[in-house]
């Protein structure tokens, strides 16, 4: 049936192929939907699922199902729980592609969002801007994000800039430069903690990641960075499929790989620093989503890189989840939860597809 | 010859200022020091026959408690993180915090070494040091007074000990009083920032405990990083901040009781994390920004 409607160009198996990759990613949707679903309805504070259902009805559509609850219930609903799980969201989905596009570029399956060192630059960044003096000038509210992202591009830039000889990038000068610089970067943190006095849980909390401070305005600076990326990413997937060949055998199928290099490394590296600098380091995710998908379903980057965000958006989700729950009325940094509850998770997939 | 004479002359000399210290002694310590046995944080029990002169007070409160009994020049090391009082800043240092630079601490020779946590007793003791360990104090804020008390019979100062500990004690009940002249009790929220605040069992709850507030984080141990859905839903009187502009500049908070009725108050007060004479100072000023209106 299907077949018969199709143009006489595109093959059977073509076809198919396309039709299952429409297929997994509209599994993702509909699984990242219930985790945003689940991620609204539950939370320190107990709102019964009659009153979220109410309060969001009448938030989005002006529709009045009578309000019977309480204000302080709908500021934690719209204002403090729904930024946060939509935050989380976007912060899962930014790491997770991200971590494929650079599995895709690097060839490498231990490369993650901080690889060139996003992480380092953007944890001294912080740093600095925590322990040091600067908040009695400025809001730290308002500066830590600037400086984590200033961090981050900084590192990542100088490890560019040292891997490139006459106009080419060479990937394991620029992987072996980011990751001594993210030596160095963590050394300085390092040094930094142990020579302040002030009490340093905010700082150890920010450098573990969470979403305590999610607010609108954060999500919104985010899909300003997120949008253009996840498209570009998204033009360059069939290039990245091309390129998990060989260097040599891309350039022969017409493959423009330092143009590829640039846009990959730029979009990756402004949407993880984006994503870091309102939540912190969040690891786990961005390694470990891409290659969950690569074990269920496949390698191709034109699914591989949408559904990985999508698991990553829905990890994410259900992970603040537990931390802001587990220990309630107290969190814990979201980074924990990502690596202590995705390693077996992971560990299971690894045993059951690879045995 | 002449070389010996010199030396002779010297070593008399040396002699001379030693008698002259071991004379003026008497004079500074007005009490006849009587031998004391203090119970550490282990259980140990410490003697003291002689008082110790030499001591390496690797604490901030006891710096300041030694200080405060006009005994600060027996302190010969501390740690970098010791600022209070000015005269500190000349006092060797032998680590930060929470590393002990063991060395420097041997070469300063002290007669005892006072530690706020275990881990380096066991070496200091194989150096053949007198080692006495006890936890900073977390919570029990009557206590202090009884901890000036101790480093009084320690040193053997006691009648100063007895007077800065009854200080503290008169402050504490004048606040006391002040304070039941209130008839609302308040609701509180500290942030130390990025939302770690104390619990039920910290030194901060015992101020909230005496200023009559109560704490929105009761039910947290220690200090731990709390919900904002909680804050917002336990709707706190007053907001204390390490950086209040968290607070001002967002309507999730600014709406709050604390918002409206003025209550966000900036708190930075070093006095207030350490344990010390200078505690019930702090804790007097955070009841004057909170209460205005009866404290002058």
Redesign the interface.
């Known amino acids: 049936m299907i077949v018969n409607n199709m143009s006489f160009y595109d093959s059977p198996t073509q076809i198919l192929a396309q039709k299952s990759r429409y297929n997994r990613i509209w599994i993702g949707i509909l699984f990242l939907t219930c985790c945003v679903f689940i991620g609204i309805c539950f ?3 107990h709102i019964p699922i009659k009153h979220t259902i109410g309060i969001l009805t009448q938030s989005l559509t002006f529709f009045n199902l009578g309000n019977d609850w309480t204000n ?1 219930h709908e ?2 609903l719209l ?3 729904l930024p ?1 799980v939509i935050l989380a969201c976007i912060v899962g989905a930014a790491l997770a592609s991200s971590g494929a596009a650079f599995q895709g570029l690097f060839r490498n399956p231990l490369a993650d969002p901080y690889l060139i060192g996003v992480a380092g630059g953007a944890g001294l960044g912080a740093a600095i801007t ?1 322990l040091s003096k600067i ?1 009695l000038i400025v ?3 308002f500066f830590l994000p600037i400086a984590a992202f200033s961090g981050a591009i900084i590192t990542v830039t100088t490890a560019y800039f040292i891997s490139l000889k006459s106009g080419k990038v060479s990937l394991i000068s620029l992987i072996l430069a980011g990751v001594a610089i993210s030596a160095s970067t963590s050394a300085i943190t390092a040094f930094l903690m ?2 302040s ?3 340093l ?3 150890v ?2 450098l573990l990641g969470g979403f ?2 999610a ?1 609108w305005p954060q999500v919104l600076i985010l899909l300003v960075y997120l949008i253009p990326s996840w498209i570009l990413m998204m033009a360059y997937s069939r290039t990245l499929n091309t390129l998990q060949l060989d260097e040599k055998m891309a350039k022969q199928l017409g493959v423009n790989i330092e143009k590829t290099k640039v846009i990959i490394i730029t979009t990756a590296t402004l949407t993880t620093a984006a994503a870091v600098a309102f939540s912190g380091i969040i690891g786990f995710v961005g390694l470990i989503a891409p290659h969950c998908v690569r074990l269920i379903w496949n390698n191709d980057y034109r699914s591989l890189i949408p559904t990985s965000a999508l698991l990553g958006a829905s990890f994410m989700i259900l992970a603040d989840l537990v931390s ?1 729950t587990i ?7 979201v980074g924990i939860i990502t690596a202590l509850f995705g390693t077996p998770f992971f560990l299971y997939l690894l045993r059951k597809h690879n045995a | 010859m002449r070389q010996k004479t010199i030396t002779l002359i010297f070593f008399i000399l040396l002699l001379a200022t030693n008698f002259a210290c071991g004379e003026t002694k008497p004079t500074t310590n007005q009490d006849a020091f009587s031998p004391v046995t203090i119970s550490d944080s282990l259980n140990r029990e410490i003697q003291f026959t002689n008082p110790p002169e030499r001591i390496i007070a690797f604490d901030s409160a006891a710096v300041e408690i030694l200080f405060s009994i006009g005994e600060g020049k027996r302190i010969v090391g501390t740690h ?2 010791v600022s209070f009082p000015p005269e500190t800043a000349s006092i060797p240092k032998v680590g ?4 002990m630079n063991l060395e420097s601490v041997i070469e300063l020779n002290p007669d005892l070494v006072f530690v706020f946590s275990p881990t380096y007793i066991q070496n200091l003791e194989k150096a053949g040091l007198k080692v006495l360990y006890i936890e900073s104090r977390q919570s029990g804020l009557q206590e202090i007074s009884k901890d000036i008390l101790m480093w009084g019979e320690i040193v053997g100062s006691e009648s100063q000990a007895a007077l800065i500990s009854k200080d503290f004690e008169e402050k504490t009940i004048s606040i006391q009083n002040k304070i039941a002249s209130l008839e609302q009790n308040f609701s509180v929220f500290q942030d ?5 605040t104390p619990g039920n069992d910290t030194l901060m709850n015992d101020v909230f405990n005496l200023l009559n507030l109560s704490n929105i ?1 009761f ?2 141990n220690g ?8 804050i ?2 336990r ?1 706190p009187d007053i907001i204390l901040a390490s ?1 209040v ?2 607070y001002t ?4 908070f600014s ?1 709050l009781a604390a918002g409206t009725n003025g209550k966000i108050i900036e708190l930075n007060d070093e006095s207030l994390s350490i344990a010390g004479p200078r505690f019930i100072t702090g804790v007097t000023n955070l009841a004057k920004a909170i209460y205005p209106e009866i404290f002058e």
């Open positions: 939370g320190t504070i302080s500021i934690i204002k403090i729980r946060r925590i908040t809001n730290l509210e142990i020579r006095n002030p009490d849980r905010p700082l909390s920010w305590q401070s607010e802001r220990i309630a009325p107290s969190e814990l940094p | 970098d993180f930060d915090a929470f590393n130390i920032g990025g939302f770690w984080a039910d947290i200090y731990q990083q709390i919900g904002v859905e909680t917002v839903e709707n950086d502009s968290v500049a967002n309507s999730n709406n």
